[in-house]
């Protein structure tokens, strides 16, 4: 009965949607109140009965109701419960259902949050927003029910989830990944609103900005929980391999990024209106189009979903009738809307436009990698890979032009600046970045190394023009007074301009300095790397919930001293007989011990996989640091206020 309760909720969420999306659009045409007001009931509605709908397929898991088709295909009765609740979304039915329920929240969000907005803005916005979820909700109604019965009688017991899947990554990842991919939906509803109204002013700026500050921050997080699951559940030791699923959530994220920060111009100096209008539109659509990628069928990846052609082209008409009617009205509608105000060369509005060109290039040349071999396959030109060398030797340089840019961009003024002056504040900023780049390599390691002399120089130089900006923002109220007047919206730019430094460092060092044997081990045997010592002291047999294993048992000593003990795994799934490996990581803030078992050898060997990775850590933390900016940015209180203020800061 319950899963019944749940189709029926989803089934009356859609019609909720189908009144949201045309009710209040209809009556800011009509001016009929009554349909304008009918908005947010109608928002909070789809949205109870979405959270319904969802309660009751997850208590269809936890209740092991193995006559959902759904349930018996990705659950089992020894399934740990944690697991059984995120197996909900462990597929691609569950996942879809999710995604729309992620929707139903911001739209919620939207109707109860943003109580400022003119009564018509907010009913065009959650209008647009309607009309997107109408589109998903009949998608997973018609293609991916995830309600449907065996019948007459279900399976005695369950396939069980995918074993690579069970795993707290998957209970953190991807409901943090798609709070930010569907989020962006906000700001492509604002900027949709604002084509419909024909009106851009600083108002509809302020509005849309903390918005698309939430949802940059949580697809952040995702991707760097992304990173960091993939590197210890793998069991390769790798964060990042440039795969097709990866690359989806990252281009929106670099459009994102550029829209924060076009969206900080349009706001503060009224300029590049229609380029934030369309960076909108762009990230959001790069969002559906990592959907269809995901769910189609065209990618091999370890993180795409199985799913038919018959879903993959109800995504595609989705993805066309959204990109390609946005795009349309953004063509007819553009033209009204003009920027007057005027600024030099020397200036912050030249900076910030150069990394939105250099951010929206480089989501292009991920765009192009990833879609090139699957057009060259479609058109009869064989199958090609696209890997690590093309992205890196492409992306790297575009990414050290926008570091280097974003630190004069800070020290510039609006509007204008002399070259005198900006050279005076650049100055000191750059011989501190070259002296201690090209000191760290040979402090590091004792000797040059140019790509980790190039990261620690741009990090450097992150620092010293975030700290050379702060100091000229209170040089007239001193320290204590200024730093408490200066708003959060200022330090959560600080912070994510930092994170990224700090990224940056952790990829130049784990790249270079890292050290990789694969050997063979038996009992008693021992491997030197660095000041450790790694001895292999045999295996034992754990039994756990759902699954049997064999555990090493390796002893490390560092500089002769007993450290630690570290344990990988190699695990046979009952349900499915599938074995994985379990990493076992001893994790440090600068560095990682990284060991993985391999396969079995003769005389009680195994072949052994041991990792030192220098600094890894500070990939995910640069990471984190960015989506606690994108939080203390939201905080401001500017955001709060009912009238447009009259100063912010980018």
Not at 138 to 144: D, E, G, P, V, Y
Request: charged content about 15%; hydrophobic content about 50%; some cysteine.
């Amino acid at each position: 009965m319950i899963p019944e309760i749940g189709h029926l909720a989803l089934i009356l969420a859609l019609c909720l949607s189908v009144a949201l999306g045309v009710l209040p659009m209809l009556g800011t045409y009509t001016g009929q109140a009554r349909l304008i007001m009918a908005a947010r009931p109608l928002a909070i509605g789809q949205g109870v009965f979405l959270s319904i709908s969802y309660i009751c397929l997850t208590l269809a898991f936890v209740y092991d109701d193995f006559t959902v088709q759904y349930v018996a295909s990705n659950s089992n009765s020894a399934l740990p419960v944690q697991y059984k609740i995120s197996a909900v979304w462990g597929s691609h039915e569950g996942s879809l259902l999710l995604w729309v329920l992620m929707l139903s929240w911001w739209i919620m969000a939207v109707s109860q949050f943003a109580k400022s907005l003119p009564p018509i803005m907010l009913a065009r916005v959650l209008s647009v927003m309607g009309l997107i979820a109408i589109g998903f909700m009949l998608f997973t109604l018609l293609t991916s029910n995830p309600f449907w019965r065996y019948l007459p009688e279900g399976a005695s017991e369950g396939a069980d989830l995918n074993p690579l899947l069970q795993d707290f990554g998957l209970i953190v990842h991807p409901p943090t990944l798609y709070m930010g991919y569907v989020g962006l939906s906000v700001a492509f509803a604002f900027a949709i609103a604002a084509l419909l109204d024909g009106k851009i002013d600083a108002a509809w700026l302020r509005w849309s900005r903390p918005w698309t500050l939430v949802a940059w921050g949580f697809l952040t997080l995702g991707i760097v929980l992304g990173s960091w699951w993939a590197y210890y559940e793998l069991g390769w030791g790798g964060w990042w391999f440039w795969d097709p699923v990866e690359n989806a959530s990252f281009m929106p994220w670099l459009v994102a990024t550029a829209l924060i920060h076009s969206l900080a111009v349009s706001e503060k100096r009224g300029l590049f209106k229609n380029w934030t209008i369309l960076l909108a539109i762009l990230a959001f659509s790069l969002s559906l189009l990592g959907t269809f990628l995901v769910r189609s069928g065209v990618l091999t990846s370890v993180h795409a979903f199985a799913a038919d052609p018959e879903r993959g082209f109800f995504v595609l008409v989705l993805l066309a009738l959204t990109v390609g009617g946005s795009l349309l009205l953004y063509a007819l509608r553009a033209t009204t809307v003009a920027s007057r105000t005027v600024y030099s060369f020397w200036s912050r509005e030249t900076f910030l436009l150069g990394n939105n060109v250099l951010l929206v290039i480089a989501a292009i040349v991920v765009l192009l990698g990833t879609l090139y071999p699957l057009l060259l396959d479609a058109f009869g030109g064989g199958k090609v890979s696209v890997g690590p060398p093309y992205f890196n030797a492409v992306f790297v340089p575009l990414m050290v032009l926008l570091i280097i840019a974003l630190g004069i961009g800070l020290l510039a003024k609006w509007k204008s600046i002399e070259t005198n002056e900006l050279t005076q504040l650049l100055r000191s900023p750059l011989l501190v970045a070259l002296v201690l780049g090209v000191s760290f390599p040979f402090a590091y390691a004792g000797e040059f190394n140019a790509s980790t002399a190039l990261a620690a120089a741009l990090m450097v130089w992150l620092i010293m023009t975030t700290w050379t900006d702060l100091k000229r923002r209170i040089r007239h109220q001193g320290w204590q007074r200024g730093l408490r007047q200066l708003n959060p919206g200022y330090y959560g730019m600080m912070l994510a301009h930092l994170g990224i430094g700090v990224s940056v460092m952790g990829i130049a060092v784990v790249s270079h300095y890292e050290a990789n044997h694969d050997i063979r081990m038996a009992p008693g045997e021992t491997l030197q790397i660095e000041q450790y010592a790694f001895t292999f002291e045999g295996t034992r047999d754990i039994t756990g919930p759902n699954y049997v294993s064999v555990q090493g048992v390796v002893k490390v000593d560092e500089d002769g001293e007993f450290y630690t003990y570290l344990h990988p795994e190699k695990r046979t799934y009952n349900a499915r007989n599938q074995m994985m490996t379990e990493a076992a990581i001893d994790p440090a803030l600068g560095r990682d011990i990284y060991i993985a078992m391999g396969e079995p050898l003769e005389q009680g060997a195994w072949a052994m996989r041991i990792h030192f990775k220098p600094m890894v850590r500070w990939i995910w933390l640069g990471g984190v640091m960015m989506s606690i900016g994108a939080g203390l940015a939201v905080w401001d209180k500017r955001y709060r206020r009912r009238r447009p203020a009259k100063t912010s800061a980018a």
